[in-house]
């Protein structure tokens, strides 16, 4: 069964905690945060605080992707604050394997995260250390955009690789298109726009968790 992450970046903001309980009722398995720093990415979103609560309202593992240039002044607040998984981008320039070896040493999930138009030889090097590869099927910044089908490939390849961390896709996946992910070795989708506006959710997660995965 594919796990399904729901983005609230695509929440209203100003009801969120009524938000996450809706996809928590939904049968979602994860809760995706979106962390944007308006230098990796031209946009902003959540922080520390929003992990603190949302960690207090639900038991859901929370999946904080940090689209960050320096992740390292804030990974231990984010650990402290109850991130399940803590996923930071191969493209940073950065102490990375300190970053994933912390993570890990604090018992949480450590993710590596990969834009659409990076190589997947760039994760190469920290594989061993992940527990999770995020492949962005979208530029990051922004969610409701289309999904880029060339990043299929780098599924593909890290699944038939042999890697047993979790393949994660974040970015324009739909009813339409994740079966084809699913079909090339994805295991966590994360869905924004497909989940937070669709006028029943739980039938979506329903439909979606039947999808065989590989
Ligand atoms: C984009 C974010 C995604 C986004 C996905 O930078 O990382 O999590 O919210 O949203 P949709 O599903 O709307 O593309
Ligand atoms: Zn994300």
């Known amino acids: 069964m594919i796990k399904i992450a729901p983005s609230i970046l695509a929440a209203d903001p100003l009801n969120l905690e009524k938000e996450i309980r809706a996809a928590e009722k939904a049968g979602c398995d994860w809760i995706h945060v979106d962390i944007m720093?308006?230098?990796?990415?031209p946009n902003l979103a959540y922080s520390v605080d929003t992990v603190r609560r949302l960690r207090e309202v639900t038991d859901l593992p929370l999946d904080v992707h940090l689209?960050?240039?320096h992740p390292e002044t804030l990974l231990d607040a984010f650990l402290d604050a109850g991130a399940s998984c803590l996923t930071i981008h191969a493209e940073i320039d950065a102490d990375i394997p300190g970053m994933l070896t912390k993570i890990r040493n604090?018992?949480?999930?450590?993710?590596?995260a990969l834009k659409p138009n990076s190589e997947i030889e760039l994760i190469q090097p920290y594989i061993d250390m992940t527990d999770l590869v995020l492949m962005m099927?979208?530029?990051?910044?922004?969610?409701g955009q289309k999904l880029d089908a060339?990043?299929?490939?780098?599924?593909?390849?890290?699944?038939?690789?042999?890697?047993t961390g979790e393949i994660e896709a974040d970015?324009?996946?739909r009813e339409d298109n994740i079966e084809m992910l699913a079909?090339?070795?994805?295991?966590?989708?994360?869905?924004?726009?497909?989940?937070?506006?669709?006028?029943?959710?739980a039938a979506c997660i329903g439909r979606l968790h039947r999808i065989p995965a590989v």
């Open 37 to 41: 720093d308006a230098h990796f990415v």
């Open 67 to 69: 689209m960050m240039d």
């Open 106 to 112: 604090r018992g949480r999930m450590a993710g590596i």
């Open 137 to 143: 099927t979208v530029e990051p910044g922004f969610g």
């Open 150 to 163: 060339r990043v299929i490939g780098k599924i593909r390849l890290l699944s038939d690789s042999g890697y």
């Open 171 to 173: 970015g324009g996946i």
């Open 183 to 201: 079909a090339n070795g994805l295991t966590v989708a994360v869905m924004g726009t497909a989940l937070f506006r669709n006028s029943d959710m």
